[in-house]
């Protein structure tokens, strides 16, 4: 149980347009879910944590009409790059918080951009 | 100060050696510890989740937080080819706060 899929698992796209990264819950119902950011060999660095029905919050430092988040359902949220630029290149994660047990963020597989 | 500091290694070992990963941290609050194990362009999986301080054993892997120290540990008995990845502790508050990960090798 507690499965987080994402799609799509990678994607390249031309400086200026957008993208959108969907993260589902498989198996369980997230009320919260969390979109990171992670460049090679570093860790993961948390750009915001979104709610179902409400706006998503963001941590300092991140531009948030660069980064549209979306929490739609309990088992979906998504992560629109928009007018991409290389430097927007990066492995981005999503993790869904489960209220079962003990509170635990499952992770998803990964997305990784490429802005050419 | 960094909340969290890992060593980034990289860390490389024999099969079948027992591997010992660190972190430190800078609150004494924090009470709630997890280390997770990440391959080569996936998510990271959550291996083990610790409250507060003491032990935490499951199957070849040990938890352990010293909270006098503000140190935590994972150990892995009888390693592995597969266990090669990085392991990044992290810390519940509120958010989760991850260490910068430290990539493990496991040599046949």
């Known amino acids: 149980g507690a499965v987080v899929s994402q799609h799509p698992s990678w994607v390249i796209c031309k400086s200026g347009t957008s993208v959108k990264i969907e993260c589902r819950s498989l198996?369980?119902?997230?009320?919260?879910m969390f979109w990171y950011r992670q460049f090679p060999k570093q860790s993961l660095m948390l750009m915001a944590t979104s709610n179902e029905g409400s706006k998503a919050t963001y941590e300092q430092g991140v531009e948030k009409d660069k980064f549209l988040i979306n929490h739609a359902s309990l088992t979906l949220s998504t992560l629109t790059v928009t007018s991409a630029h290389p430097e927007d290149s990066s492995f981005y994660i999503c993790s869904a918080l489960t209220a079962v047990g003990t509170d635990t963020q499952y992770f998803g597989p990964g997305t990784r951009l490429t802005v050419l | 100060q960094k909340e969290v500091e890992q060593d980034p290694g990289p860390l490389s070992v024999p099969e079948g050696a027992i591997v010992s990963l660190n972190c430190t941290y800078s609150?004494?609050?924090?009470?709630?510890f997890m280390w997770y194990r990440q391959y080569s362009r996936k998510g990271p999986e959550l291996l083990m989740y610790?409250?507060?301080?003491g032990n935490k054993e499951d199957g070849r892997f040990t938890a352990q937080v010293d909270k006098s120290s503000k140190y935590i540990s994972l150990f892995i008995r009888d390693s592995q080819p597969s266990d090669s990845a990085t392991y990044l502790c992290?810390?519940?508050?509120?958010?989760?706060?991850f260490g910068q990960g430290t990539t493990l090798q496991v040599k046949p």
């Open positions: 198996d369980f119902q997230a009320t919260t």
């Open positions: 610790t409250y507060s301080s």
């Open positions: 609150n004494s609050a924090f009470q709630y």
């Open positions: 992290a810390i519940r508050e509120g958010k989760l706060i």
